[in-house]
């Protein structure tokens, strides 16, 4: 699965970035962004299970996993 960070719910915590197996994270002017084309199956997101703000890290759309 492809993950996304819903950026107006983002707190720039940065724990996501600690967690993810893919490196896919990156933290910018103060939030947290996934780059899809690193994002993959082979994470599990394991990101989303430390966010500590619920629902900020979803499954991407479906156009985003196509484009990515």
């Given at each position: 699965m492809t993950y996304?960070?819903?950026?107006?719910?983002?707190i720039?915590?940065?724990?996501?970035v600690h967690f993810c197996k893919c490196k896919?994270?990156?933290?910018?002017?103060e939030i947290c962004v996934i780059d899809p084309a690193?994002?993959?199956?082979?994470?599990?997101?394991?990101?989303?299970?430390?966010c500590p703000?619920?629902?900020t890290i979803v499954e991407a759309p479906q156009e985003i996993k196509q484009s990515g």
């Open positions: 996304v960070i819903v950026v107006e719910q983002c720039g915590c940065g724990s996501c896919a994270i990156d933290y910018l002017d690193k994002c993959d199956d082979s994470c599990g997101g394991e990101c989303a299970e430390y703000i619920d629902d």
